[in-house]
């Protein structure tokens, strides 16, 4: 069974509701056209990477100060992503002056066979062009919410342009208080 926190923005702050799904992620729109993201703080990496049932999802975030998306190839010898989609994100609120966010889903027909080595290889391909990188599950990105602790449990590996990759691929280290350190460590380089 997988847990879900669910935020939906109410004002300045985020009103958050509990769920849970035996299938996986749930997507939801309010009455009000108001989005639901929905952060897995569950047990299970490759059944959250496959979260639509059909294929799997690895979302990889950089903040980047280019005027475009950079060009990221995503390849290694043993492994390619069959698709990559990549969206440029809009700060409406301007919460990270002089940078862009973009956002890049590798898609794959199964879970990648050597996970931890491959998302270690994109998301340092990432910071060679980015501030900060990070690894996180569908539906866990918002402008407000940035490495902040409250999605760490979505947040599964991170780095900083000059530092090494940290991973945290089970729910026991996304839930303790290290993570929770390591992402406040990465969020405080978006302000410098």
Known sequence: MHFFTTWR?????????????????ELCDSSDGQKWGL?????NLAGALMWDGVRCVIS????????????????????????????ELEDEDDLLPGRRVTEYDLIFD????????????????????????????EGSFHFSELLTPDIASSIYGVC????????????????????????QRHADALAT
């Open 9 to 25: 923005r109410s004002g300045d702050s985020p009103t958050k509701t509990s769920r849970s799904s035996i299938n996986g992620f």
């Open 60 to 87: 990889v975030f950089v903040v980047h100060a280019r005027e475009t998306a950079p060009a990221l190839d995503f390849r290694t010898d043993q492994m390619a992503p069959r698709q990559v989609k990549v969206y």
């Open 39 to 43: 952060w897995l703080a569950g047990d």
């Open 110 to 137: 199964g879970v990648p066979e050597r996970l931890p080595g491959y998302l270690e290889v994109c998301l340092g391909r990432a910071c060679e062009v980015g501030v900060v990188a990070w690894l996180g599950f």
């Open 160 to 183: 900083a342009s000059g530092s090494p990759v940290e991973l945290a691929l089970e729910a026991e280290e996304r839930a303790g208080e290290r993570w929770r350190e390591v992402l």
